[in-house]
């Protein structure tokens, strides 16, 4: 939890709210986009990009907010929603991505809607390596799952950019992602304060 | 042990009304597509780990229908995350009975973890789910079929893994899918 809280509070120091931009807006509209296009059930893995939207769904009597262990969990309840009349979303971190393949196959096989909303990592000004491999393949492993692949650069057109995705793929039944780029989201600062060598690694200057 | 596989899965959605049942890719589809087609039976041939999940969005999306979900014990292994996700949800209209045969059948009876050691019931006991069975004399798959219908019910049935004739029902996912729904009285998108 402690690690938790820390990274939602750098999210306040990251290199996207230095280029003036407000993180709690874009977010806002993102589920408000949501919402208009009749998202019911919302599975996710957390990210703290996706942090508004997932509090606002929980808090949604209308919406059911479903907290997955795995993201390709995401894609069946999506396809579940379907088949007993809803709209589905799923929220995940671009990491996650790779965790859905095989499972996209139910969106093409059954010719469902299917929505997610990735945050992307690895990609703008990222800190740790580790993100790197998964956040370069994710728009070339959706697309070759046959996923329609949209993307959201800037705070001003998250919004949009989702609605025209939800109404792509509740109006044709198809499957669309929406990347929400690591500039939009900002990339994790974790060397905000000083911080000295030590035996094995680094830590916080003056503890 | 001894229990055919096809009469478990024909115990089990015997009368079964209008119950949604959602069944495993593999052995599970040939199984509910044998007891009889209907409109409320959707078949995976593919997905393998999400057949819990399906049910759960449907159940979810359906709170005054009974959901069923029926898999193997591979099926079931892989997507063993999505026991503690369902429990997490609470869902009191979603039950779920695994055709246990120790082995991954469709790929040269090669022993599953259930085979050696893994307990399903257990893990999802330990995942919060409120009530878990098992079975290993038909009274016992008997006994099971009203409370799947019921209870928010976990249930394991320990059946013969000796093969059985193929029986394959309609594997055209997008077809399944709009007679699924349509059965729901649901208009298409």
């Known amino acids: 939890m402690r690690q938790a809280g820390m990274d939602a509070a750098l999210m306040c120091v990251q290199h996207g709210s230095r280029e003036g931009r407000n993180v709690t807006a874009w977010q806002n509209d993102v589920f408000d986009a949501l919402k208009e296009a009749g998202v019911q059930q919302i599975g996710y893995v957390p990210d703290a990009g996706h942090a508004i939207a997932i509090r606002r769904a929980e808090a949604d009597p209308s919406i059911r907010a479903v907290v997955l262990t795995t993201e390709e969990e995401g894609v069946a309840l999506a396809a579940g929603a379907w088949l007993g009349g809803q709209r589905a979303a799923l929220l995940m971190q671009s990491s996650g991505v790779g965790n859905t393949i095989n499972m996209l196959s139910l969106a093409g096989n059954l010719r469902m809607p299917f929505l997610t909303l990735v945050t992307m990592r690895g990609e703008w000004g990222e800190f740790n390596p580790w993100q790197v491999p998964m956040g370069t393949a994710t728009q070339a492993v959706l697309g070759a799952m046959g996923v329609l692949v949209r993307r959201a650069d800037h705070p001003a057109e998250a919004g949009l950019v989702v609605r025209a995705a939800a109404d792509l793929a509740f109006g044709s039944s198809v499957a669309v992602a929406v990347l929400l780029s690591q500039r939009l989201i900002g990339a994790k600062v974790f060397v905000q304060k000083p911080h000295e060598r030590v035996e094995g690694g680094w830590r916080e200057a003056g503890r | ?189």
């Open chain 2, 1 to 189: 042990m001894s229990l055919d596989r096809r009469a478990v899965m024909a115990e089990l959605v015997r009368d079964a009304g209008d119950l949604l049942v959602v069944a495993g890719l593999g052995s599970a589809t040939y199984d509910l597509g044998a007891a009889g087609d209907r409109a409320e039976n959707l078949y995976l041939w593919g997905a393998m780990g999400g057949a819990a999940m399906i049910g759960l969005g449907l159940a979810l999306a359906q709170p005054s229908r009974r959901v069923l979900v029926v898999t193997g014990d591979g099926e079931a292994l892989m997507g063993m995350g999505a026991l503690a996700t369902i429990a997490a949800t609470g869902a009191t209209n979603l039950a779920m009975a695994v055709l246990d045969n120790r082995r991954f059948g469709e790929t040269g009876g090669q022993t599953s973890h259930t085979g050696l050691g893994t307990d399903l019931c257990a893990v999802a006991a330990g995942c919060g789910w409120p009530a878990t069975a098992r079975a290993r004399t038909m009274a016992e798959v008997a006994a099971l079929r009203p409370r799947l219908r019921e209870e928010a019910l976990f249930a394991v049935v320990e059946i013969s893994p000796e093969e059985v004739e193929r029986f394959l029902p309609q594997r055209d996912g997008a077809w399944i899918a709009r007679r699924f729904r349509a059965a729901l009285g649901i208009a298409p998108e």
